[in-house]
């Protein structure tokens, strides 16, 4: 651990805000559905989530959930624990599902919708998901896996199907009819969110209590296998993280009062926990942003929303940043921005803080600690290269490679300790096992080192994860995928720096079929890649490096 002061605490103490609390009391909220309760009865009618100029109370918020989880126990006669999938983008559905399936004691899988096929069914099938609620836009996907799935129930919802009528109608026709925005599908039996919603509120809700052991989240995420893991998420795991967050930021909210911008997907765990519970936990406005790619239309949003907050990972800064009219919105009541995911680069957290007066707070975290590890401290605005100091009750040893830790000042792998850490992966005792070291410290992979008054500072990775704008993106999946094409003899994929996205794959092939082209292989890749996993570049060689045992010495890559 870093090293301790005269009085033997902690280092990084001294750099704890007067406010901040050096533990929390992980028994204060019992579960994500009691935190939800308390908020709804304290803020009522005030607004709770806002998306495309339609929102919801919290109060509304409440009901609606209560139905959707009524729907699920009394209609489709989900018990306990069981598996429900979520494939949804930024939309008002999204925390009705969420704390719909929560309050019926249920288990959420967050499903990016994006997914090819391929990568669709294994998550189905890993996860042993009973049911699915997927927005329309997506259905031609699942209809193509899910006669291999568990899946047995398939709630249907539409972009504008929480807008009154006759907005509900028109947003409906235009995303279908006009936009042509929904691929022509067919899976039988399918249920409308409309009709699940009021199905369930012909039905008496029985609330389920809900212990800190109790599984929240399946929440998936790349392994050097090539396959996704689910990391068990308890409601212990996610309460307790964002009140090690809450602790950090809360000092600096007026409760009820502040609006939060959503641009960050709500199925990645940053935004999910970070925006979706932790401002919910304080009573703000969230605005969700469904299409943040569309920035004349974000900008508009901005504009009109009055935001006081805004998370987001350094491609969404960046890109803002160069929006038309960006830089002449009213920042009066902005206060606070926090990038995460990915690192932020200096030159994009030193122009955001000249546009909007507001510096850049990063923090650092991984799925597998539900995610936040540490944060820099609010009260140091300026960019400093480093991802802060551990939450409380958060402990950081740096170790080698035996699990030894390191001198100080030296460079280790960054272990974590902490409430808020992962039970395991899901099903796979094996895969666990390989991230916690002899003494039960969860190993996440990346090299850092302690500065001397505490902060960390990531200097390198230990895996060959590639971050493509906060996206872990695993070689050996794109590898496998690629190894699959008839033309290809070998490859290796490795990561290499972008200005927009911060890494993208590139990979290189060694052809079987000496016919093949790039041309072929991309559409290949489109075919069984999410975009964001897409090879960027295509390099073809005769032979691929490798050490005198066979293995692909990728670091013999970097630089071709």
Not at 206 to 230: N, V
Request: with cysteine.
């Amino acid at each position: 651990m870093a090293t301790s002061t005269a009085a033997g605490e902690f280092v990084w103490f001294q750099e704890y805000p007067p406010t901040v609390p050096r533990t929390i009391d992980t028994g204060a909220v019992p579960s994500l559905v009691a935190m939800f309760e308390q908020s709804c009865a304290r803020f009522g009618d005030q607004i709770a989530y806002e998306c495309m100029g339609q929102t919801l109370s919290f109060a509304e918020l409440d009901r609606l959930t209560q139905d959707f989880a009524s729907y699920l126990q009394n209609v489709l006669g989900l018990q306990r624990g069981d598996r429900v999938a979520l494939m949804m983008p930024n939309l008002l559905q999204y925390p009705v599902s969420l704390f719909g399936v929560l309050r019926a004691g249920l288990v959420v899988v967050n499903v990016n919708p994006l997914y090819t096929p391929r990568e669709l069914e294994h998550q189905l099938r890993d996860s042993g998901a009973k049911a699915i609620v997927i927005v329309e836009n997506f259905c031609t996907t699942l209809q193509q896996v899910i006669a291999n799935t568990p899946v047995q129930h398939v709630i249907t919802t539409q972009i504008g199907d929480l807008a009154p009528f006759p907005k509900r109608a028109i947003v409906n026709f235009v995303v279908k009819r006009v936009k042509k925005m929904v691929p022509a599908w067919s899976i039988p039996g399918t249920t409308s969110f409309r009709e699940a919603l009021a199905k369930g509120r012909a039905q008496p809700y029985a609330r389920i209590q809900l212990g800190p052991d109790d599984i929240a989240f399946l929440q998936y995420t790349g392994g050097t296998t090539g396959l996704s893991k689910g990391a068990v998420l308890t409601h212990g795991n996610v309460t307790a993280n964002v009140q090690q967050v809450s602790a950090w930021i809360g000092p600096f909210l007026d409760e009820g009062k502040e609006v939060i911008i959503t641009a960050l997907p709500l199925y990645h765990i940053f935004a999910l926990v970070v925006n979706c519970l932790l401002f919910l936990r304080h009573g703000c406005r969230n605005v969700l942003i469904t299409n943040p790619r569309d920035m004349a239309a974000f900008c508009v949003e901005l504009k009109r929303s009055g935001f006081t907050a805004i998370t987001g990972v350094n491609t969404l800064f960046n890109g803002l940043l160069h929006a038309p009219g960006f830089a002449e919105l009213d920042f009066s009541r902005f206060k606070l921005a926090v990038g995460g995911g990915t690192a932020v680069q200096q030159a994009v957290a030193e122009k955001w803080q000249k546009v909007t007066g507001v510096g850049l707070t990063e923090g650092y975290g991984l799925t597998e600690c539900s995610p936040v590890v540490s944060f820099s401290p609010l009260s140091v605005p300026q960019w400093n290269g480093t991802i802060g100091v551990p939450l409380p009750s958060t402990l950081v040893s740096l170790r080698d490679e035996e699990e030894n830790e390191v001198l100080p000042g030296q460079p280790g792998e960054l272990c974590v300790k902490g409430p808020q850490v992962m039970q395991g992966y899901w099903q796979k005792p094996e895969e666990s096992a390989k991230v916690f070291t002899k003494d039960g410290w969860l190993k996440t992979g990346d090299v850092a080192v302690f500065e001397p008054n505490g902060y960390l500072r990531i200097v390198d990775r230990k895996k060959d994860m590639i971050l493509v704008s906060g996206f872990n993106v695993y070689p050996n999946e794109i590898e496998g995928v690629v190894a699959q094409h008839p033309g290809v003899l070998e490859v290796a994929c490795i990561g290499v720096p972008d200005e927009k996205s911060g890494e993208v794959p590139k990979v290189f092939v060694v052809k079987k079929d000496p016919a093949l082209t790039e041309a072929e292989l991309r559409a290949y890749c489109h075919e069984n890649l999410t975009g964001y996993k897409m090879p960027k570049y295509i390099t073809f060689l005769t032979e691929l490096p490798k050490s005198n045992v066979g293995k692909v010495l990728r670091k013999e890559l970097r630089g071709k």
